[in-house]
């Protein structure tokens, strides 16, 4: 069997080490499905209709933003649909809305009674306090700590990796002085950092990414190190450098790919702990920006609204689920890659 086989091999008893792991399994088809779901949140939850076919034209205005007078009305200003005059304008056309014809921002104007209100046949998650439906913040507030937690995944893998790695191949002083650092750096109050750097800088998504991925990286650079200090020692290392392999060669061929199946385990909870930083920053109220969909921010709602029990079982269930499909998926992993040879 050659090495590309074996490694398939490998890789197959891994998958299916996985899937036999039922929670594991379906963790993972639930953390897709609300992936996918929240990255089409525009189509699933918006103000503006999909599709609207008006006297032989075609118009989407999910895509393109229309003046009124296109469909017949008095202003040049975009046309706002949730308007009773615009309604009657495009009364004998075809119009498909989204399922929730709400953004994550849309003030609702037509409630029965005060905001907040309990869900019902037209808000299946009812409405805050500020009259915007649940369910389409919801949905909105998946997409950004979704994308959040991959993102910062992605960038302290390579930090991370690359840290380590070099800490771990070269050791000497840059070892010495790089885990004394990364030991000084671990000691700071991560939230509480945040909080103060808040306080004073606008803060936005890419802020809140660079100041959580500051710190985010140090777990991964110690897995990566130990696993470089133990394969640099090998025969197979060893005898690389004597027939002259560049060190390059070495890191990226040789030593990086065992490394890196390390470091594949750490994802799920390098994930679940950005979206739990998220979540705690938005409910103090030092994460994204005011009126921004977060699940930190809902929870913050239900707190603030203890007459209204819904929004407080809608984010505590929201993150509740969120966070145990990434650890769950990342137990997986672990076992799953445990199964190889030893």
Excluded at 155 to 167: D, E, K
Excluded at 229 to 250: C, V
Excluded at 262 to 289: E, H, K, Q, R
């Amino acid at each position: 069997m050659g090495l590309g086989s074996w490694e398939s091999s490998l890789w197959a008893l891994r998958w299916r080490a996985f899937c036999a792991n039922k929670r594991a399994f379906y963790s993972l088809w639930v953390f897709v499905i609300l992936f996918v779901m929240s990255l089409f949140a525009g189509f699933i939850a918006n103000d503006k209709p999909l599709f609207i076919y008006k006297d032989s034209k075609a118009y989407f205005p999910i895509f393109v933003s229309y003046p009124e007078k296109v469909f017949g009305g008095d202003f040049d200003t975009e046309a706002n649909y949730n308007d009773p005059d615009v309604k009657k304008l495009l009364k004998n056309a075809f119009v498909l809305h989204a399922p929730i014809p709400y953004r994550y921002d849309t003030i609702v104007m037509d409630l029965d009674s005060p905001a907040p209100t309990s869900p019902d046949s037209k808000h299946i998650l009812g409405t805050d306090d500020q009259a915007r439906d649940v369910a389409a913040r919801l949905i909105y507030g998946y997409r950004v700590s979704i994308l959040f937690g991959l993102l910062l995944s992605i960038f302290s893998v390579i930090i991370g990796v690359s840290v380590g790695a070099l800490q771990g191949y070269y050791g000497g002083l840059f070892d010495l002085f790089g885990q004394r650092f990364i030991e000084i750096w671990s000691g700071v109050p991560i939230l509480f950092l945040l909080i103060v750097i808040s306080s004073f800088l606008a803060p936005n998504f890419w802020w809140i990414l660079a100041l959580v991925l500051v710190f985010s990286w140090m777990g991964l650079a110690g897995v990566v190190r130990a696993e470089f200090l133990r394969g640099r020692n090998m025969d197979y290392i060893k005898a690389s450098r004597a027939l002259g392999a560049l060190d390059t060669r070495i890191i990226f061929y040789h030593i990086l790919p065992n490394a890196l199946v390390a470091t594949i385990t750490y994802i799920p909870f390098i994930m679940a702990g950005s979206i739990a930083t998220l979540v705690s920053l938005d409910f103090l109220g030092f994460g994204m920006p005011v009126g921004s969909a977060s699940l930190g921010e809902l929870l913050n709602q239900g707190k603030n609204n203890l007459s209204s029990p819904h929004l407080a079982i809608v984010g505590f269930l929201s993150v509740s689920l969120l966070l145990s499909v990434l650890v769950f998926i990342g137990e997986g992993v672990r076992d799953a890659f445990d199964t190889g040879p030893k």
